[in-house]
């Protein structure tokens, strides 16, 4: 049930977290789907409503910074940094767990995903259900993250009792995970805070970069995720593309500038009832980042079989939004 956020919601959730029960809650940047980090059965029960494999492990929302200390470690300079500068924010810190929180939340890695949300709704409710709420985005596993509590409802029905609407999200893809290594800052999941970001918060001897190599401590890395039901392809060019089209039904997202510089080629998809409402624009990579996911729900929505994906340049928050279209051509 889609309820509108007030202290009373609040409220209502606390006691259905209490109660072993989910709550799914805005944050900037996807919704999440809520448990009581520190009851095992509520926490195994988000798994379940997720179909979500439990070899992955699932970030822990709070509601204030000195709350960090009761479930994890602050061991690093560099980690209080982090902390202090980022947070609240779309950026997740793992940290060295205490016993506290339980190994199915991390499966069964000794780090932990901390994360204190930007976004009002969700720190008003945080801080109203006085838990540590674990919660990994509102979908069903594999499929695109949510933006919208519409989006959540979709997926999961009567399954969740409460669904937080707090209207569109601002950032629209998953927040920036990040461990401190010795003297260095590993990115284990790009996100809307990018590593040019984190540098300019530390002297240049200090090495801020993407990790090389998949994090099994990081949620979402081992797995398939974020895709639609139509296939998506990486759309290098329009020459690429068979004409005529096969009776399969067709959309393209590219960007406005292609469009603008391929008008010939634009008339001849809509002649062969391609659909184009899916647009974005390489001048504000924030509407592609907030856009992409809502895009993809369209796309089921309306039985797409096949969608092709301009690339946009991997660099600052077009990298983190090419991670997601890559993984979901997996």
């Known amino acids: 049930m889609i309820i509108q956020p007030s202290y009373q919601t609040y409220l209502d959730a606390k006691q259905i977290l209490t109660n072993w029960d989910l709550v799914a809650f805005p944050t900037e940047t996807v919704y999440g789907l809520g448990a009581n980090a520190l009851d095992i059965l509520a926490v195994k029960k988000i798994f379940e409503t997720k179909k979500r494999p439990q070899r992955n492990p ?195 997202l590219v960007t406005q500038e292609r469009i603008d510089n391929h008008k010939d080629r634009v008339t001849q998809f809509v002649a062969q009832n391609w659909s184009l409402y899916l647009r974005w624009t390489k001048s504000h990579l924030l509407t592609c980042a907030k856009s992409l996911f809502s895009f993809y729900h369209q796309a089921d929505k309306d039985h797409i079989s096949d969608l092709f994906v301009e690339p946009l340049e991997e660099k600052w928050l077009g990298y983190a939004i090419m991670n997601r279209v890559k993984k979901s051509t997996e």
């Open 58 to 252: 699932i970030i822990v929302h709070v509601g204030s910074i000195d709350q960090i200390g009761e479930y994890a470690e602050i061991i690093s300079p560099f980690e209080e940094k982090i902390i202090n500068t980022l947070m609240p924010g779309p950026i997740t810190i793992l940290l060295k767990k205490k016993k506290i929180i339980s190994d199915i939340v991390t499966a069964g890695s000794e780090f932990v995903g901390i994360r204190i949300p930007s976004n009002k709704v969700a720190l008003d409710f945080l801080q109203t259900v006085e838990l540590p709420v674990a919660a990994p985005s509102a979908n069903i596993s594999t499929k695109p993250s949510p933006t919208s509590a519409q989006m959540v409802e979709s997926y999961f029905h009567e399954a969740v009792p409460m669904i937080i609407d707090g209207g569109a999200c601002d950032v629209g893809i998953e927040s920036t995970v990040v461990k401190v290594e010795w003297s260095r800052i590993v990115i284990t999941r790009p996100g809307f805070i990018t590593a040019e970001d984190i540098q300019s918060l530390f002297p240049e001897n200090i090495q801020v970069e993407y990790a090389q190599s998949i994090s099994e401590i990081t949620p979402w890395n081992m797995f398939k995720h974020y895709s639609p039901n139509s296939k998506i392809q990486l759309l290098q060019n329009t020459n690429q593309i068979p004409f005529p089209l096969s009776n399969s039904k067709t959309a393209i």
